[in-house]
């Protein structure tokens, strides 16, 4: 089972997300895709540490999701962007392979046998216009991963002002 929660930024994606692994187990996994760029990027992922209590199970994975075992959990995974970020950096802005590599590592995790898995992604492309040529790449990328991403998925809500629409699925 694969939701995907999207939505603008601070629009409740997140806190959505955490709400509906705890209805669906009392062990929930999350899993952190973001990298330490700097000491504001560790704070925030420090707060987001606290925010979670003994229930939960923190794992940090920039990119490699498919070394983690899925099998028979929920798992929340926060979130595509930053973790798109990565693939993005590390192929120097090449759209085409961070998109290839992206979706290889998520067809290897839907697959995993009973794996519910909840991911968070943005519509950074509901907002302003981006200012640079690689942000307009960004963009881009984003834009088609969130469509594979939605097509997989058996449920997509857009948050919309911490109001969950579902815009497929249950």
Not at 13 to 22: D, F, I, T, V
Request: glycine share 6%.
């Amino acid at each position: 089972m694969v939701y995907l929660i999207t939505g603008g930024e601070r629009s409740g994606k997140s806190g959505y997300a955490q709400e509906l692994a705890l209805q669906l187990t009392n062990a929930p996994m999350y899993v952190a895709t973001a990298r330490k760029w700097d000491e504001d990027f560790q704070n925030r992922i420090d707060r987001h540490q606290q925010e979670r209590d003994e229930r939960w199970t923190n794992i940090e994975k920039e990119k490699y999701l498919s070394e983690i075992d899925f099998s028979g959990k929920v798992a929340l995974i926060d979130c595509v962007t930053l973790w798109l970020t990565n693939f993005f950096v590390d192929t120097k802005n090449d759209v085409a392979l961070s998109l290839e590599e992206a979706k290889a590592e998520f067809l290897k995790i839907v697959n995993q046998p009973e794996a519910t898995l909840i991911i968070v992604t943005n519509e950074i492309g509901m907002g302003l216009h981006a200012d640079t040529h690689v942000g307009r790449k960004f963009t881009e990328l984003q834009g088609w991963m969130n469509q594979f991403l939605a097509k997989n998925a058996d449920t997509v809500v857009l948050m919309v002002s911490g109001i969950p629409v579902t815009i497929k699925g249950k």
